[in-house]
């Protein structure tokens, strides 16, 4: 079966390195199956030529290497389209973006910014690279499809955690090794905007911030509180809200990696002392991503606890039920209460008065569990279940517990097959 | 005899040391801040306003009523008799004859006033004030014996030295009560420190029937803004806390106290008086605020109120309702103390409580208490057609619209009235953007810098357009525009403008014909009084008149005129929800809910959001104007 | 010792009616160095000295509020950091953005940059300060804390997660001394190219689907648009409705 996986350590190893005579050819192989004999020739890899069909019979890639690759992967099954690969032999300058990389992960933010780079390459003109550069884990897989042309990870122990005097000496160190014609960051609160300020408070350079309309030439940033647009000449270091460009997703790119060796490092003088362990219950209902509220239709109050334990979820209240004294006042949500922000706010047993629905105005997802489908936050809920707080409340905790001990037990298989 | 002379001297030993006692009192008032006030004229009117005014008050309860004039009455002329008789000895038999029947009728009184106190309300106050009827008692019996040697009943010399030592002793138990106990702090200084209070009372447009409920401006310039100590009181509201005879009327009335909130009106105004002669409160012999133990509170007149004698939540649990100032037979102004004394919380110390602090900071940078954006204020009449006076510039009537335009629930109102107003064919105009938050809410929460401003602004934008009348749907804006914003319209902007609730204009148009209304066929019908129109403005037939039009007879609450209890959303008492035991608008929907009926009718938006604040179910709540808006007779043309 | 603590505010921004404010993260940065430092704290600020809105900061206890007077024009970041520099500062508390003008942030950074100190961003707050080193709290996002330490003299920039701003009270604030000093004169010449403009709305960028075949692009153009009214299940069985519910939940990543 051709399905099977050959590996070819050496092959694998010259793909990785660039700089072996070899390279390009391997590359070249993997992707396409042409490479230019020493003559001037082109030949063709037979082994290469052509992919699997989707039942199994091999098909000539007319297409030129636009259609799934049939080697290095199983990909007889995977049915994606193979995309056309940007390349960048030697670039003449770079446009760096430095991902936030939430969770190790490129977030759409991200995605934006790595689209909006090429952007300003093709409106300079001339050869340039869109280059990654990522600090500590990485889990990110799709670099290639996300329009990253060379990958810098640096994954020193030193950038680890929360490092910034770190992470801008390496950056100031890159700039000084490429020609970086911008360096681009998100102006976000994972740490983008952070990092871009130190950027170019280092290089003492005037950044541009809250970026959303970008050229090569000319950019908009919001000031004021988003109440103003100044239109500037586009600096060489930016930080860009987010819809600033669009997202790379017709091209495949090269992903190769640039390595630096020994960045020169002086020590900081802020010490990282990690996460904090946040109970969900201590932090401010204000702040909380996930409320669990419950109002005059809660009997079981036992239950209720139990439930926002289980669910993780942060505990709210109407006025009522902090009136009959079931809940203490600072888990009031409302006109008096707090005005909460949470993505999702289950109301269980709460009927929807006006006052309660102001502190809930800026709620993305309303779960409302009520026996009465008529009342009003039935009516403002995206997905609401009309019976019992009690019955519906245990069934739910049945099903996260269920979720969690298949999760834990999953991961305990991986840790004993490692 | 040897001791013949005991009587008199006794008495002008008492009398001497109550004079003394009373001269030390009117130094504690002394200590006060200056207010002017017409002494002569005050003095001249006092009698009529004693007569009038305080007895309209007491009126109310006939017993106390009749058994104070007894009581008081026979009092005043047998002490001056007594000085006639026992001190400059005439010894004309008539006037001996005329103190008998002046201590004859004392003494009926007292006896009532004993009666009473056999089994006292729990509104009335114990300790001294349980002794107050033996010591009249005593006064009036150890006289009689006294004086009827000189009536000619007794022979002169009539029981020796012995009767001499007891009669003494009476003396000694009455008048030190009566005399010295006036000017030493007793429970006799009410007569005193009342009389003087009604001569220099704050408010002297309140005695032949007026009216003033407008709060004073503060003064911004002062080294302390509001009232940080007993002494920076105006030196008559000190004379006026002691005036109180803790009757405990406001106490009864207050829902702050019926609902188990830290406040008790009648405490409030003892612990200013142990504030003013320095102290503490371990002699009340009242009801405490509610969860607050009697003892703990100490002050002089020139320590910090907020730092031992009241804590700041009494402060804050009043709605400024008003219904303890409008029950108090001695006139006191609770209100106005209370929002003194909020006024220093709020603009020295920055200590509203809750949302407080929120509300205030969105009053000063939008205009409304909400925070919402200034140019969003007219977004509710966007489909009503409404004139704006920015283009209009001259109407017949302003409809003030108030900071329901932010609100859904109150926009329903709004746009009722707005249908009715078309429908009648009012020229009417509205000022759109231009108009801000009354100041209501910032000058209840005492930040006074911040209602006067928005005073000033409201009437310059006020000042630039002509109209007759202004008519709003909100009591509170209402009160602010025709009591409070006078002291700061220095060019007249409200001058000759009628300001006017819309439930007084709406009537006047179904009176003169102008609207045609079908009769009300639903279920049984209430009203509630909201305070700022009631008792603040005296307004509570035009909704009944309009309610009775429309073929309703309403089924009057208990509490109901100008006794209506709080909804609980007046003085900002909403924002800065002190807990009680209980809530204040539950309590008025269980009035309403005992009445039967299905349908309560307001005339006030905050009333509205508070009654409809209950919890399901209960009767439905509505405005007039969406209940007249039901019944309108559509003409057809 | 007691640790000499400077705040710098800035004239803020009411989100809504768009006058001149308190600002809110300078409010809280003014807060955390009364918690600090009470009554020592040093107040500063780069403007003009009339301007109504520092009243607003002294009402929070100021006795007096520095001002390095300078034109609206001139650049703050000179002023603060001659003055800073002079002053020998343990911390520095700043607000993560201003409200208005720029509000590139940029400030507490170059600030960092000319003095040679440590800079925290985001701070929630200052546990301790003990032996030339201080205990801080960085807030992440939804409520989420980072603890770190830092060599003192540093700057920090405060969080809207921090310690709110206490109420502003009219009197005190009436009676603050406003300390007046002259401030740097360096024009901000590379603003003075700027061009500024009332912010144009952003359209929210449409969930563009790059449809692969006819069917996607007619499921695409057919489907229900988001929004709207939400789901109601009523007679399902409670299973089928708790299990609704915890989809949604996975959905929406609340549950991992
Ligand atoms: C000035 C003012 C300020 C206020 N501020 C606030 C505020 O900040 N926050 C606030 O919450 N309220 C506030 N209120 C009170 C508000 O008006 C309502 O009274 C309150 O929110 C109602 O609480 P609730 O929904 O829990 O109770 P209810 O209205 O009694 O609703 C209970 C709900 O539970 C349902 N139910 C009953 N049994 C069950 C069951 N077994 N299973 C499932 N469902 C069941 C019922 O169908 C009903 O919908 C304020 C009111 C006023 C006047
Ligand atoms: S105004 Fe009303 S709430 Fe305030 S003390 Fe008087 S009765 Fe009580
Ligand atoms: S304040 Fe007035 S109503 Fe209250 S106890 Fe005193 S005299 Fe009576």
């Known amino acids: 079966m051709s399905d099977i996986i050959r590996r070819d350590p050496r092959a694998e190893w010259i793909i990785r390195n660039r700089l072996h005579p070899l390279h390009d050819q391997y590359v070249s192989q993997e992707e396409g199956g042409e490479i230019r004999g020493p003559s001037g020739i082109i030949r063709k890899f037979p082994h290469k030529v052509g992919f699997i069909g989707p039942n199994g019979v091999k098909r000539i890639d007319r297409?030129?290497?636009?259609?799934?690759?049939?080697?290095?992967?199983?990909?007889?099954?995977?049915?994606?389209?193979?995309?056309?690969?940007?390349?960048?032999?030697?670039?003449?300058?770079?446009?760096?973006?430095?991902?936030?990389?939430?969770?190790?992960?490129?977030?759409?933010?991200?995605?934006?910014?790595?689209?909006?780079?090429?952007?300003?390459?093709?409106?300079?003109?001339?050869?340039?690279?869109?280059?990654?550069?990522?600090?500590?884990?990485?889990?990110?897989?799709?670099?290639?499809?996300?329009?990253?042309?060379?990958?810098?990870?640096?994954?020193?122990?030193?950038?680890?955690?929360?490092?910034?005097?770190?992470?801008?000496?390496?950056?100031?160190?890159?700039?000084?090794?490429?020609?970086?014609?911008?360096?681009?960051?998100?102006?976000?609160?994972?740490?983008?905007?952070?990092?871009?300020?130190?950027?170019?408070?280092?290089?003492?350079?005037?950044?541009?911030?809250?970026?959303?309309?970008?050229?090569?030439?000319?950019?908009?940033?919001?000031?004021?509180?988003?109440?103003?647009?100044?239109?500037?000449?586009?600096p060489r270091i930016a930080m860009l809200l987010e819809e600033c460009g669009d997202a790379i997703d017709e091209t495949r790119h090269e992903a190769s990696s640039i390595e630096f060796a020994d960045i020169p490092l002086l020590e900081g003088h802020i010490v990282d002392k990690g996460l904090m362990d946040v109970d969900p219950n201590a932090i401010p209902l204000a702040e909380a991503e996930f409320i669990l509220s419950a109002g005059n239709g809660i009997h079981n109050w036992d239950q209720f606890h139990q439930a926002a334990a289980t669910l993780g979820a942060t505990e709210g209240a109407s006025r009522v039920a902090v009136d009959d004294g079931f809940m203490p006042r600072i888990r009031q949500v409302g006109a008096t209460g707090t005005w909460v922000t949470a993505r999702v706010y289950i109301a269980v047993g709460i009927s929807g008065a006006i006052q309660h629905m102001q502190g809930i105005g800026q709620v993305d997802k309303v779960v409302a569990i009520n026996t009465d489908a008529g009342c009003d936050m039935v009516k403002r809920a995206a997905l609401s279940v009309i019976g019992d707080s009690e019955e519906i409340l245990s069934e739910l905790m049945a099903l996260v517990n269920a979720h969690r001990n298949q999760a834990s037990s999953e991961s305990e298989e991986n840790s004993h097959a490692a | 005899?040897?001791?013949?002379?005991?009587?008199?001297?006794?008495?002008?030993?008492?009398?001497?040391?109550?004079?003394?006692?009373?001269?030390?009192?009117?130094?504690?008032?002394?200590?006060?801040?200056?207010?002017?006030?017409?002494?002569?004229?005050?003095?001249?009117?006092?009698?009529?306003?004693?007569?009038?005014?305080?007895?309209?008050?007491?009126?109310?309860?006939?017993?106390?009523?009749?058994?104070?004039?007894?009581?008081?009455?026979?009092?005043?002329?047998?002490?001056?008799?007594?000085?006639?008789?026992?001190?400059?000895?005439?010894?004309?038999?008539?006037?001996?004859?005329?103190?008998?029947?002046?201590?004859?009728?004392?003494?009926?009184?007292?006896?009532?006033?004993?009666?009473?106190?056999?089994?006292?309300?729990?509104?009335?106050?114990?300790?001294?004030?349980?002794?107050?009827?033996?010591?009249?008692?005593?006064?009036?019996?150890?006289?009689?014996?006294?004086?009827?040697?000189?009536?000619?009943i007794l022979p002169e010399g009539t029981g020796g030295v012995v009767l001499i030592v007891v009669l003494s002793i009476g003396i000694v138990i009455g008048l030190g009560e009566l005399l010295f106990g006036m000017g030493w702090g007793g429970p006799m200084k009410h007569a005193f420190a009342g009389a003087l209070h009604l001569a220099f009372h704050r408010r002297p447009e309140r005695f032949g029937g007026g009216r003033s409920t407008g709060l004073k401006p503060a003064n911004l310039e002062g080294a302390v803004i509001g009232v940080a100590k007993p002494s920076d009181f105006k030196w008559n509201q000190l004379l006026g806390f002691d005036a109180c005879v803790q009757c405990g009327k406001c106490q009864a009335m207050c829902p702050a106290f019926a609902a188990g909130q830290p406040l008790n009106p009648k405490k409030l105004i003892q612990d200013m008086v142990v504030g003013l002669a320095g102290g503490t409160d371990a002699n009340y012999a009242g009801s405490p605020y509610p969860g607050k133990e009697i003892g703990n509170a100490k002050g002089s007149p020139t320590e910090v109120i907020t730092a031992g004698l009241v804590s700041q939540e009494t402060l804050w649990s009043c709605t400024t309702c008003r219904a303890c100032v409008e029950e108090c037979p001695m006139m006191i102004e609770h209100v106005d103390a209370i929002v003194d004394m909020r006024r220093f919380l709020t603009m020295e110390k920055g200590e509203t409580p809750n949302k407080g602090s929120e509300v205030l900071e969105n009053i000063i940078a939008t205009d409304n208490p909400g925070g919402y954006a200034p140019g969003s204020r007219t977004n509710w009449a966007a489909d009503q057609n409404l004139a704006v006076m920015k283009e209009k510039k001259e109407a017949d009537v302003l409809f003030w619209v108030s900071d329901g335009a932010f609100d859904m629930r109150s926009q329903r109102i709004l746009r009722a009235f707005v249908k009715l107003m078309k429908h009648a064919n009012v020229d009417v105009a509205i000022l759109g953007d231009e108009e801000r938050d009354s100041g209501d809410v910032a000058r209840r929460l005492g930040d006074d810098a911040t209602f006067q401003s928005l005073a000033k602004r409201n009437l310059a934008t006020l000042g630039q357009y002509k109209f007759k009348k202004i008519v709003t749907t909100d009591p509170h804006a209402?009160?602010?525009?025709?009591?409070?914003?006078?002291?700061?319209?220095?060019?007249?902007?409200?001058?000759?403008?009628?300001?006017?609730?819309?439930?007084?204009?709406?009537?006047?148009?179904?009176?003169?014909?102008?609207?045609?209304?079908d009769a009300f066929k639903g279920g049984k019908v209430t009203y509630h009084d909201p305070c700022?129109?009631?008792?603040?403005?005296?307004?509570?037939?035009?909704?009944?008149?309009?309610?009775?039009?429309?073929?309703?007879?309403?089924?009057?609450?208990?509490?109901?005129?100008?006794?209506?209890?709080?909804?609980?959303?007046?003085?900002?008492?909403?924002?800065?929800?002190?807990?009680?035991?209980?809530?204040?608008?539950?309590?008025?929907?269980?009035?309403?809910?005992?009445?039967?009926?299905?349908?309560?009718?307001?005339?006030?938006?905050?009333?509205?959001?508070?009654?409809?604040?209950?919890?399901?179910?209960?009767?439905?709540?509505?405005?007039?104007?969406?209940?007249?808006?039901?019944?309108?007779?559509?003409?057809?043309? | 010792m007691p640790h000499k603590i400077i705040s710098l505010i800035s004239v803020g921004r009411h989100p809504q009616s768009g006058r001149a404010r308190r600002s809110d993260q300078d409010g809280r940065a003014v807060e955390l160095g009364l918690k600090l430092s009470g009554s020592q704290l040093e107040v500063v600020h780069a403007g003009d000295s009339e301007e109504p809105v520092l009243r607003q900061y002294a009402g929070m206890g100021l006795a007096e509020i520095t001002i390095l007077e300078q034109d609206q024009s001139m650049d703050a970041v000179a002023s603060l950091s001659t003055y800073l520099a002079s002053r020998d500062a343990d911390i520095v508390l700043t607000g993560v953005r201003s409200e208005s003008g720029e509000s590139s942030g940029m400030v507490p950074y170059i600030l960092a940059e000319a003095l040679g100190w440590p800079l925290v961003a985001r701070v929630a707050d200052i546990v301790e300060i003990k032996d030339g080193t201080a205990e801080v709290l960085l807030a992440l996002p939804r409520g989420q804390r980072r603890a770190a330490t830092v060599k003192l003299p540093f700057i920090a920039t405060i969080d809207s997660a921090a310690q709110e701003a206490r109420q502003s009270a009219y009197g005190p604030g009436l009676r603050a001394n406003m300390v007046a000093q002259s401030g740097a004169n360096e024009l901000d010449e590379l603003r003075a190219n700027w061009s500024e403009a009332p912010a144009k709305p952003r359209p929210k960028r449409l969930k563009m689907v790059k449809a692969k075949t006819a069917a996607d692009r007619f499921k695409a153009a057919t489907a229900k648009p988001a929004g709207g009214s939400g789901k109601v299940m009523k007679n399902e069985s409670t299973e089928e409705k708790a299990q609704a519910i915890f989809d949604l939940l996975i959905e929406e990543k609340v549950i991992r």
């Open chain 1, 63 to 234: 297409l030129k290497g636009n259609a799934a690759s049939a080697t290095g992967k199983r990909s007889s099954a995977t049915q994606e389209v193979q995309l056309p690969l940007h390349q960048i032999s030697s670039p003449e300058f770079y446009v760096v973006v430095v991902p936030d990389l939430v969770g190790g992960r490129l977030t759409s933010h991200d995605k934006d910014i790595l689209g909006l780079a090429h952007k300003l390459i093709s409106e300079h003109g001339g050869q340039g690279a869109v280059a990654a550069l990522c600090f500590g884990e990485v889990k990110e897989e799709h670099f290639d499809l996300a329009g990253v042309d060379r990958l810098i990870h640096l994954n020193d122990p030193a950038f680890d955690g929360y490092a910034p005097e770190a992470r801008v000496q390496a950056l100031a160190y890159v700039d000084t090794q490429l020609t970086v014609k911008h360096w681009l960051f998100p102006d976000s609160v994972h740490g983008g905007a952070d990092l871009g300020s130190r950027l170019a408070a280092k290089l003492g350079e005037r950044p541009a911030t809250q970026a959303w309309q970008v050229t090569a030439e000319q950019v908009v940033c919001r000031g004021a509180s988003s109440s103003l647009d100044i239109s500037r000449a586009m």
């Open chain 2, 478 to 517: 209402y009160h602010c525009l025709r009591n409070e914003y006078a002291d700061f319209d220095a060019n007249g902007a409200l001058e000759g403008v009628e300001v006017l609730h819309h439930t007084t204009f709406l009537n006047q148009l179904v009176q003169s014909g102008a609207l045609k209304l």
């Open chain 2, 1 to 152: 005899m040897v001791i013949d002379w005991l009587p008199s001297v006794l008495i002008v030993a008492l009398l001497a040391l109550g004079v003394i006692g009373a001269l030390r009192r009117v130094n504690l008032w002394r200590a006060g801040q200056p207010e002017k006030v017409n002494l002569i004229a005050g003095l001249l009117a006092m009698p009529n306003r004693y007569l009038k005014d305080l007895h309209h008050v007491v009126e109310r309860d006939k017993y106390m009523s009749r058994t104070h004039v007894a009581t008081g009455g026979g009092f005043v002329l047998s002490m001056v008799l007594v000085l006639v008789v026992h001190v400059f000895n005439v010894q004309e038999r008539i006037v001996a004859w005329a103190l008998l029947g002046a201590l004859a009728l004392m003494l009926i009184g007292a006896f009532f006033v004993f009666k009473r106190r056999l089994n006292p309300p729990e509104r009335l106050s114990k300790g001294p004030w349980m002794r107050l009827p033996k010591s009249l008692i005593t006064f009036a019996v150890t006289f009689i014996v006294l004086t009827l040697p000189a009536a000619g």
């Open chain 2, 532 to 637: 700022y129109l009631g008792r603040y403005n005296g307004e509570y037939e035009a909704p009944r008149e309009l309610l009775r039009s429309l073929g309703i007879e309403i089924a009057e609450m208990e509490r109901s005129g100008f006794r209506s209890r709080c909804c609980g959303g007046g003085g900002g008492a909403p924002i800065t929800d002190i807990p009680g035991e209980r809530r204040i608008a539950d309590m008025r929907m269980e009035d309403v809910t005992e009445t039967g009926a299905e349908l309560v009718a307001v005339g006030c938006q905050q009333c509205t959001a508070m009654l409809e604040g209950v919890v399901e179910p209960r009767p439905e709540v509505k405005d007039i104007s969406e209940i007249l808006v039901g019944q309108l007779v559509e003409e057809v043309h």
